[in-house]
């Protein structure tokens, strides 16, 4: 269990990705590839969940190592506004990768800027998970030599409603009248 007290960042040795990496360096020694797993940022022992309340805090990885920035409570009389001085101390730090580096890291930006909404826990861990997966995909990516190409996809200007319906438009004139059927007989009438 990590203790760190409020207003605290601490930064831990992470030795996965070198391992992974040193292991795939001989792949002819190797009778398949081995695939990579990790935990994520989760390594809660298993038991029993309690109901508690959260300390606002984030979490953040490198290639290298690990890093868990936290708050205060969220109890009153800090509520989750608690989140926003842990962003700051967050994104001081020199391995603070940039609002551009992930949407989990555009919504940490946007924490320290006051402009994205405080959250909650779920949000702080998602937010957290997606930076974590994405040093994962960037370093594995570099292992096996993978060039990553950023999407070159132009937004596509919303339709208007015309254009939207514009296969179904109405025809030109009114269509014939169908020709006249015959009465329907009651019930009454049939017998």
Do not use: C
Not at 99 to 113: F, K, M, R, V, W
Request: proline share 9%.
């Amino acid at each position: 269990m990590i203790k760190l007290k409020p207003g605290e960042v601490k930064e831990y040795a992470r030795s996965d990705l070198a391992l992974y990496e040193k292991l795939i360096s001989n792949p002819k020694g190797l009778l398949r590839t081995p695939m990579y797993g990790d935990y994520a940022l989760d390594t809660s022992p298993i038991q029993k969940p309690e109901r508690r309340t959260p300390s606002a805090h984030l979490r953040y990885s490198t290639a290298s190592s690990y890093a868990v920035a936290k708050g205060t409570t969220v109890k009153k009389p800090y509520g989750y506004e608690a989140i926003y001085p842990v962003a700051d101390l967050l994104t001081a730090q020199p391995y603070y990768a940039g609002s551009n580096y992930s949407e989990g890291d555009a919504y940490i930006s946007g924490l320290q800027t006051r402009t994205a909404s405080k959250g909650n826990a779920a949000k702080w861990r998602w937010a957290s998970t997606d930076h974590h997966l994405t040093v994962n995909e960037n370093a594995i990516a570099e292992m096996y030599g993978i060039v990553k190409v950023a999407p070159t996809v132009a937004p596509e200007p919303t339709p208007t409603q015309v254009e939207m319906f514009a296969d179904f438009d109405s025809p030109a004139i009114a269509p014939e009248p169908r020709l006249e059927r015959e009465p329907r007989l009651s019930n009454d009438e049939k017998e």
